[in-house]
Each structure stands twice: as C-alpha cells, then as structure tokens.
C-alpha cells in the first residue's frame, strides 16, 4: 500500500510564506477558500487528531494580525481534515453565526471561551478544559474528532460525528456559519435542509 503524500513534506517552494517560530512554517494553502488563507504546519510530521500543544497556539497566533482573522482546526477525518499532518487554518473572514455563537444558543455540544486578548497559554488552558468538558482526549494523546474556530474574541470548540450529510461536507469554517458547495442543487438542497439543523446533525446533539 502506498502511504499518501504529504504536501508539507517537502513544501513547495513557491508556498512558503514564512517561518512561524521554531517549530511551524507558515504556508499558502494551495486550495483556497478565501484569500488570503494560511496553513500553519508543523516542521515535522505530527498526528492531525494528537492534542494539540502549547507551542502550536504560538505558532497559530501569530497570524491573528487583524481582529477579522478567523482561524479554524479540523482535528480528524470525520472533522473535515483532510490531511493528517499538523496544520491550523488562518483566514479573514466575516462571521455569520458569530451573534448565535455569543449567546450561547447552538443547539449542539460545545465549549465556548471568551477572551478580552488573545495568549497562548490562557488559549492553551482554554482548549485543554474544552477537551476535558467535551471528552474528547483518549487519555493516550489521541483525541476524538472535533473542530476549533478561533477569533481576538473567542474560541469555540465543537465534537464532529460524521464529516458530511448527503455528500455536502462539513469543516470547522462551516461553523462561522460559511458553506462551500460544488453544485447548485448542492445549495438548493442545504437551504431547505437548514444550515443549523445540518451542523446539529455533523456534531452532538445536546
């Protein structure tokens, strides 16, 4: 069986954006969603659905140069990732579910954190108690499948169950309340669906 190829290991060049401390390379995603997008990559291999470490919030934040920076992290295949090799998202983006998300009132399992300013170890402490609250940690430094969006203003963890509902997939970005179809009839179908029942539906119901 031949082992997948990993697009950052080696990178290519012309991706390179720059480094992102010692440990993470900063990267142009090479299949864009919104532009700009990043990839902030872990130099060496490491686990995608690993718990995440002190150090990668260090790295992440150093793109969070802008308070419309949105960055988002698909732990697992069944949370939208599609590559296993460590990397966390960063766009600029509007968010439409941002009022939905303050107030509390998502009709899934979640963990929500609130932030004046953003530090990584305050964030680190945050994403850990998410963990423990959530159940996600396997105790052996696997995590179950979830998704982190991450704004200056806060940090929302989400469980994933299944990473698609009739063929439309779902990532952490789909949480901003943002949806990226391949077919009109794609559309057609997630608007009589309901984008909230269809994320209710992509992670655990309360």
């Keep these: 069986e031949t082992p997948q190829a990993n697009p950052f290991l080696p990178y290519e060049p012309s991706m390179y954006v720059g480094e992102a401390g010692e440990r993470h390379v900063c990267l142009l995603n090479k ?3 919104l532009s700009p997008h990043l990839l902030i990559c872990s130099k060496t291999f490491v686990s995608q659905s690993s718990r995440l470490c002190k150090v990668d ?3 992440w934040l150093l793109g969070f140069d802008d308070s419309n920076v949105l960055g988002f992290y698909n732990s697992g295949p ?3 990732a599609s590559q296993p090799h460590r990397h966390m998202q960063v766009v600029k983006a509007e968010i439409p579910l ?3 998300i303050n ?3 998502l009709p899934f399992r979640h963990c929500l954190s609130l932030f004046s300013e953003l530090k990584s170890a305050d964030l680190y402490q945050c994403y ?3 963990l423990d609250s959530l159940a996600l940690d396997d105790g052996e430094g696997e995590c179950l499948p979830y998704n982190i969006l991450l704004t200056a203003r806060w940090m929302l963890v989400v469980p994933r169950t299944v990473n698609n509902i009739e063929g439309v997939f779902a990532n952490a970005l789909n949480y901003s ?3 990226l179809v391949k077919r009109p009839e794609q559309l057609r179908w997630l608007r009589q669906y309901g984008i909230m029942r269809y994320l209710t539906e992509c ?3 309360k």
């Design 31 to 33: 299949f864009p969603v």
């Design 57 to 59: 919030f260090d790295a």
């Design 78 to 80: 069944l949370a939208g």
């Design 98 to 100: 941002e009022s939905v």
């Design 103 to 105: 107030s509390g009132s």
């Design 128 to 130: 850990l108690n998410a």
């Design 177 to 179: 309340g943002r949806f």
């Design 203 to 205: 992670s655990v119901k």
